[in-house]
């Protein structure tokens, strides 16, 4: 697998999480799906909603290598994101037909995020809300409870396949 087909399979497996899976009415998600791409040294990250309910696709550097700038210096990574690597990741989401609202952080930072317009799928959005919700069995837990019942909310989350594509 090439370093693009492998980005390539990643972001369309993470978009159609985001957008074209049913999710079980009893289940709940916070952090977002996290694919990565070993060949790169990358890790994406696909949030289904932030602050304003919009998704997030995020870029991090999986293995982060650090300079030692010397006593009292903080340290500076070694291998930030590439120069245009963000603004690269937009274009291809536009590409692929999604309304980019913003982009933030990337080179010569570790992370990037680029904004997309659309509402994830809205039983992926209901899922962010139970877990806002938090546990329903103990809710002076809230999403810090670690019970069977609010744990196995998690699991139920469908995930993507990841199976290679055939060769034509
Ligand atoms: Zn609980």
Not at 39 to 52: G, K, M, Q, V
Not at 94 to 117: D, E, I, M
Not at 135 to 157: K, N, Q
Request: aromatic content about 8%.
């Amino acid at each position: 697998m090439t370093e693009q087909t492998a980005f390539d399979t990643v972001l369309t497996a993470g978009l159609s999480w985001l957008y074209g899976t049913e999710q079980p009415d009893n289940a709940w998600q916070h952090h977002g799906l996290l694919l990565p791409v070993p060949a790169t040294n990358r890790l994406y990250s696909f949030i289904p909603a932030n602050d304003w309910k919009c998704p997030v696709v995020a870029v991090d550097v999986a293995k982060i290598e650090w300079i030692d700038n010397g006593p009292n210096e903080l340290k500076t990574p070694a291998n930030p994101l590439e120069p245009g690597e963000l603004e690269a990741l937009a274009a291809e989401l536009r590409t692929l037909g999604f309304k980019v609202t913003s982009a933030w952080n990337g080179h010569p930072q570790t992370t990037g995020s680029v904004g997309l317009a659309r509402p994830a799928h809205p039983s992926l959005v209901a899922a962010v809300d139970r877990y806002r919700a938090g546990c329903l069995v103990h809710p002076g837990r809230s999403v810090f409870c670690d019970c069977d019942a609010w744990r196995e909310g998690f699991s139920r989350i469908v995930q993507p396949s990841l199976a290679p594509q055939p060769t034509p």
